[in-house]
């Protein structure tokens, strides 16, 4: 059977579901694994706060039940990573959240790692899972472009935003490698990556690459 990564987007946006499937053009291949995208009705339209994340975690969870016999791998496809411990505990195949690998692919490509959140209340969120990843050190700065998930359907907006966050970081703050901090983002690596000179993580396609080792190999 061939292998199946399904890459769960746990709010109910598509429009942020066709942005990560498209992303994900560069990692499929004639006969590799098949890498399925899908939206969680449930969600919230994006996930904003602790709340949205509280109230996810189950209709996540029954989602990826009703995968599990086809899949090789899950992938969360949200930056708080929700739900990635529940599902570990329900599933014998790999799971991986877009924060905790996206963080450690950027840890690969450069020394300090600086992140783009949307929103400032993210950040405390995200500054609690870094602390319990051990990785605070080498962290430059957890920065907000101050739009929320249904906001970045402005492309020019969003990248204005990225592009002026991204060179704070890279230049006062002393990041050599920049992660963008929502899924809501994924398509944008490559032109924010031309304007900043150094390494920018699209952390989807990046734990998708890992997804794709763990199916093929079967770890």
């Keep these: 059977m061939t292998p199946k990564i399904f890459v769960l987007n746990p709010n109910s946006s598509q429009v942020v579901t066709d942005g990560i499937d498209a992303a994900m053009a560069p990692l499929r291949m004639p006969g590799g694994p098949e890498i399925h995208c899908t939206t969680l009705a449930e969600g919230p339209p994006g996930v904003q706060n602790q709340r949205d994340i509280d109230q996810l975690v189950d ?24 739900g990635l411990h529940s599902l570990r505990e329900i599933t014998r195949v790999p799971v991986l959240g ?4 996206g963080v450690l692919t950027a840890l690969s490509l450069g020394h300090r790692f600086g992140v783009i959140s949307i929103l400032p209340a993210s950040i405390p ?5 870094f602390g319990a990843m051990g990785v605070t050190d080498r962290l430059a700065a957890d920065l907000s472009i101050g739009m929320g998930v249904q906001e970045l359907v402005d492309r020019t907006k969003t990248m204005e935003r990225l592009v002026a966050v991204g060179l704070q970081l890279r230049d006062q703050h002393r990041a050599d490698t920049v992660v963008l901090g929502c899924a809501g983002m994924a398509g944008m690596r490559e032109e924010l990556q031309r304007h900043l000179g150094i390494p920018v993580v699209e952390p989807t396609q990046a734990t998708v690459a890992v997804a794709l080792g763990r199916a093929l190999l079967k770890w």
């Design 59 to 82: 209709p996540l969870c029954r989602q990826a039940q009703s995968l599990a016999a086809q899949a090789s791998a899950f992938v969360v496809a949200c930056f708080s990573d929700p």
């Design 98 to 101: 877009i924060a905790e690998t």
């Design 125 to 129: 969120r995200h500054l609690r899972y």
